[in-house]
């Protein structure tokens, strides 16, 4: 079975550049989640959708950030204007939504703004 | 809140034993086990649901103190396959059909010959 697919694997920009970073999740699976990972600030949830709706975006560290999920099999993280510190790994994760059900995560985009 | 794992870092040799707990101000609904080793996405382990269950995976079992807002996570007879960094990710639910997980900041596991 396919697990969740992540792309780009590695994508490399300028600062100001808008970049879009797409997740499909499993096939099923009705909750979806955009974690970003940093050496200083560790796993952290930017955003998770529930049934393709929105139900928490506390992470979202400032409005340059912003995700969509319009339909079950895709969703998207997009960063604009970019910023170096935007620079991290950002992982997709999504599972069957409640508490005794895993997450399984997309192997990651490797972002460097430069 | 982020939980508190504890130890952040330990280093083994094969064969010994390792436990790493991770510690909620908040009162604990679930707590997932992930595995992530470098340049890789992180690995569920397992999952413990409130009301102490203990779980195993080969050698690897975790406890869950509802009362503390504790789990530990028992690494045994440690093989080199198990190096890599652990998360814990607690679980609060916040509807009945989602949930989300806060995760703690790790703790780097190495085992060596």
């Known amino acids: 079975d396919a697990g969740v697919i992540q792309s780009p694997r590695h994508e490399v920009t300028e600062m100001g550049q808008e970049v879009t970073l797409r997740c499909k999740p499993i096939?099923?699976?009705?909750?979806l989640f955009w974690y970003r990972q940093t050496m200083m600030r560790g796993l952290e949830l930017l955003i998770y959708?529930?049934?393709?709706?929105?139900?928490?975006d506390s992470g979202m560290p400032e409005d340059r950030f912003s995700a969509k999920m319009p339909n079950a099999s895709f969703s998207t993280l997009k960063i604009q204007p970019s910023e170096p510190r935007d620079s991290a790994v950002y992982f997709c994760?999504?599972?069957?939504?409640?508490?005794?059900?895993?997450?399984?995560f997309g192997d990651g985009t490797r972002l460097s703004i430069l | 809140q982020q939980p508190v794992q504890s130890p952040q870092a330990v280093i083994l040799r094969e064969g010994e034993d390792a436990v790493i707990n991770c510690s909620s101000s908040?009162?604990?609904?679930?707590v997932h086990w992930y595995r992530q080793k470098h340049g890789e996405a992180p690995v569920f382990l397992m999952i413990?649901?409130?009301?102490?269950e203990q779980k195993g995976h080969e050698k690897i079992s975790a406890s869950f103190n509802e009362k503390k807002q504790q789990s530990s996570l028992y690494l045994t007879a440690s093989q080199l396959s198990y190096s890599g960094t652990y998360f814990c990710?607690?679980?609060?639910?916040?509807?009945?059909?989602?949930?989300?997980?806060?995760f703690g900041s790790g703790t780097r596991l190495l085992v060596r010959p």
């Open positions: 994760a999504s599972s069957f939504g409640q508490s005794n059900q895993p997450q399984h």
């Open positions: 096939s099923g699976h009705n909750s």
């Open positions: 959708f529930n049934n393709n709706v929105p139900i928490d």
């Open positions: 908040k009162a604990l609904y679930s």
């Open positions: 413990l649901l409130k009301g102490g």
């Open positions: 990710g607690t679980g609060a639910s916040v509807m009945d059909s989602s949930y989300k997980l806060i």
